[in-house]
């Protein structure tokens, strides 16, 4: 049956083969960046979370010294009325965490205090537990009489020359850092962040919309697994029935929950969109390749083999005229090889549309992941770095100046970039206006070649960019973590830089900061030109 098929049939069938597992392919590829996306999402989640549980743990321990210095102060000690409160308002003044101050007897009459008030605690659970401890305490979340808001109580007990309680200092601390992580969760469609005491009791909520805070939600399914272990990510429905990837941390000391969660749905249809796009752009290019093929294959061997076919023919019938060519032309074999040439360029044509970046010309983010996995794969990794690179400024350009305007710095950005990134690193786009490098260095020094070079991408951004006569000035911030030669746990690495990336934004943005580094705790410094 096959043999009275004729040679055009079997190519289409041979094409059709081959088209089939490209599509599976295809197919396959898609359900796996959905698989990741959704995976990256989820450990985003976790992120958010603990860093605001990070935060929280930063302000308690800058509660707790701040009440250790006004230990040190004798109108505090003394508490004297009019001395120690002028004292306790200007420590309330320049602490942005705080809510006020109060110095309490041990009977709980407020000796002093930040706002005047005078009242009596001596029946809080916290201050019985202060009492009882004569340690640095923290209450549960509460909710303030003046404010209406949640806030905590630490408590910290003055000890007389003999041991005994003299005074207790108490500090009032809010949720400023509830705040800002909300603003942060918020970029995503879809995101929530909870607050909930141990006992299941919404404290904040952004946004809430219902009105739900107070209520008791510790029944809730997704609640009850949340309340059941300190930290994690769990794929879950939330108070409005929607499907969320949620992500949760433990307070210190409080024993409350810190929920960040965002709409699955809305993460499917992100990368539905990528997705769909890319593979359409895929299958457009296949089919050109596809139909440069098969003409290449009409023009320089079908044809050619027809002819031979017919003069195969004539030559065996009883007409045969030996005036007639028995041959057609010999078909080229140079012609064939520049289709083999042409298919080759065409899938580094392929590649570079899958692993490189449209605008900036830098590695993409698939590219990248591709690399860390191939370091990973390395029996003997040497010493090297990260550095979590994003831009500070650059969202007023598109609001001022339009995406184009954005999109030239972006691209201007991308080629300064690798300019500073020798031949012993990559640097990739990873997201909007998000970088990543990664190094590899000789041993031992990690440390400097890592900053030396976020030095050198910070003065390189920093010069100004000129889009259409329009000056543009912009900067970035950069989080480095290193790991050690044959000990790289990069995933780690990746977290650790990005926590970094964290502590540079936080200190005035438009600089480089090692993790664990000091630095993140000196004050900001402020970059001309930068908002």
Same mark, same amino acid.
């Given at each position: 049956?096959?043999?009275?098929?004729?040679?055009?049939?079997?190519?289409?069938?041979?094409?059709?083969?081959?088209?089939?597992?490209?599509?599976?392919?295809?197919?396959?590829?898609?359900?796996?960046?959905?698989?990741?996306?959704?995976?990256?999402?989820?450990?985003?989640?976790?992120?958010?979370?603990?860093?605001?549980?990070?935060?929280?743990?930063?302000?308690?321990?800058?509660? +707790?010294?701040?009440?250790?210095?006004?230990?040190?102060?004798?109108?505090?000690?003394?508490?004297?009325?009019?001395?120690?409160?002028?004292?306790?308002?200007?420590?309330?003044?320049?602490?942005?965490?705080?809510?006020?101050?109060?110095?309490? +007897?041990?009977?709980?009459?407020?000796?002093?205090?930040?706002?005047?008030?005078?009242?009596?605690?001596?029946?809080?659970?916290?201050?019985?537990?202060?009492?009882?401890?004569?340690?640095?305490?923290?209450?549960?979340?509460?909710?303030?009489?003046?404010?209406?808001?949640?806030?905590?109580?630490?408590?910290? !007990?003055?000890?007389?020359?003999?041991?005994?309680?003299?005074?207790?200092?108490?500090?009032?601390?809010?949720?400023?850092?509830?705040?800002?992580?909300?603003?942060?969760?918020?970029?995503?469609?879809?995101?929530?962040?909870?607050?909930?005491?141990?006992?299941?009791?919404?404290?904040?909520?952004?946004?809430?919309?219902?009105?739900?805070?107070?209520?008791?939600?510790?029944?809730? !399914?997704?609640?009850?697994?949340?309340?059941?272990?300190?930290?994690?990510?769990?794929?879950?429905?939330?108070?409005?029935?929607?499907?969320?990837?949620?992500?949760?941390?433990?307070?210190?000391?409080?024993?409350?929950?810190?929920?960040?969660?965002?709409?699955?749905?809305?993460?499917?249809?992100?990368?539905?969109?990528?997705?769909?796009?890319?593979?359409?752009?895929?299958?457009?290019?296949?089919?050109?390749?596809?139909?440069?093929?098969?003409?290449?294959?009409?023009?320089?061997?079908?044809?050619?083999?027809?002819?031979?076919?017919?003069?195969?023919?004539?030559?065996?019938?009883?007409?045969?005229?030996?005036?007639?060519?028995?041959?057609?032309?010999?078909?080229?074999?140079?012609?064939?090889?520049?289709?083999?040439?042409?298919?080759?360029?065409?899938?580094?044509?392929?590649?570079?549309?899958?692993?490189?970046?449209?605008?900036?010309?830098?590695?993409?983010?698939?590219?990248?992941?591709?690399?860390?996995?191939?370091?990973?794969?390395?029996?003997?990794?040497?010493?090297?770095?990260?550095?979590?690179?994003?831009?500070?400024?650059?969202?007023?350009?598109?609001?001022?100046?339009?995406? +184009?305007?954005?999109?030239?710095?972006?691209?201007?950005?991308?080629?300064?970039?690798?300019?500073?990134?020798?031949?012993?690193?990559?640097?990739?786009?990873?997201?909007?206006?998000?970088?990543?490098?990664?190094?590899?260095?000789?041993?031992?020094?990690?440390?400097?070649?890592?900053?030396?070079?976020?030095?050198?991408?910070?003065?390189?951004?920093?010069?100004?960019?000129?889009?259409?006569?329009?000056?543009?000035?912009?900067?970035?911030?950069?989080?480095?973590?290193?790991?050690?030669?044959?000990?790289?746990?990069?995933?780690?690495?990746?977290?650790?830089?990005?926590?970094?990336?964290?502590?540079?934004?936080?200190?005035?943005?438009?600089?480089?900061?090692?993790?664990?580094?000091?630095?993140?705790?000196?004050? !900001?410094?402020?970059?001309?030109?930068?908002?």
């Amino acid at each position: 049956m096959w043999r009275k098929v004729g040679l055009r049939a079997r190519l289409e069938a041979f094409i059709l083969l081959a088209i089939l597992p490209l599509a599976g392919l295809v197919f396959f590829l898609v359900l796996q960046e959905r698989s990741q996306e959704i995976e990256r999402a989820r450990q985003n989640m976790v992120v958010l979370a603990e860093r605001g549980a990070s935060q929280h743990a930063e302000t308690l321990r800058q509660a +707790h010294s701040v009440l250790q210095m006004l230990t040190l102060v004798p109108e505090v000690r003394m508490a004297l009325p009019q001395e120690c409160g002028k004292l306790l308002q200007q420590t309330t003044a320049v602490t942005p965490w705080s809510t006020g101050f109060s110095v309490v +007897h041990p009977n709980g009459q407020l000796l002093c205090d930040s706002d005047g008030r005078q009242l009596s605690i001596a029946d809080r659970d916290y201050f019985r537990r202060a009492l009882a401890s004569r340690e640095f305490t923290v209450s549960n979340y509460i909710v303030g009489r003046a404010s209406g808001k949640p806030v905590l109580i630490a408590l910290l !007990p003055m000890l007389d020359d003999v041991g005994e309680i003299d005074r207790i200092l108490l500090a009032g601390i809010d949720l400023r850092w509830f705040s800002n992580l909300a603003a942060e969760a918020a970029q995503a469609s879809g995101a929530i962040v909870m607050l909930l005491d141990s006992q299941g009791t919404i404290l904040a909520r952004q946004p809430d919309h219902a009105g739900v805070i107070g209520a008791s939600i510790a029944d809730h !399914p997704t609640i009850r697994a949340i309340l059941s272990s300190t930290a994690g990510v769990i794929d879950g429905a939330g108070l409005d029935g929607t499907a969320r990837l949620i992500g949760y941390a433990s307070l210190e000391a409080s024993g409350a929950r810190l929920i960040v969660g965002i709409a699955q749905e809305g993460v499917v249809a992100a990368v539905d969109r990528r997705v769909m796009l890319s593979t359409g752009v895929v299958v457009l290019v296949v089919l050109l390749v596809v139909g440069g093929v098969w003409i290449v294959m009409e023009v320089s061997v079908l044809r050619g083999l027809r002819d031979l076919h017919a003069s195969a023919t004539r030559m065996s019938s009883e007409h045969f005229d030996p005036r007639h060519p028995c041959a057609p032309s010999a078909v080229q074999m140079g012609e064939i090889g520049e289709v083999a040439k042409a298919v080759r360029s065409m899938g580094r044509k392929l590649h570079t549309a899958a692993h490189q970046d449209r605008l900036t010309g830098l590695a993409n983010r698939r590219a990248f992941e591709g690399y860390l996995a191939h370091l990973k794969a390395e029996p003997e990794l040497p010493e090297g770095a990260v550095l979590y690179i994003d831009l500070d400024g650059f969202k007023p350009v598109n609001d001022q100046h339009g995406h +184009h305007v954005g999109d030239a710095v972006l691209e201007e950005v991308g080629a300064r970039l690798a300019d500073c990134v020798d031949d012993g690193g990559m640097a990739a786009r990873v997201g909007g206006d998000e970088f990543v490098v990664v190094l590899t260095v000789p041993n031992g020094r990690g440390y400097l070649v890592a900053k030396e070079v976020a030095l050198r991408i910070i003065e390189a951004v920093a010069k100004p960019f000129t889009v259409k006569d329009k000056p543009i000035c912009i900067g970035c911030s950069i989080g480095i973590a290193v790991w050690a030669a044959g000990e790289a746990d990069l995933d780690r690495t990746l977290q650790q830089a990005d926590q970094a990336l964290y502590g540079a934004k936080r200190c005035g943005r438009g600089r480089a900061v090692m993790y664990g580094d000091a630095a993140a705790a000196q004050p !900001p410094r402020r970059s001309a030109g930068m908002r």
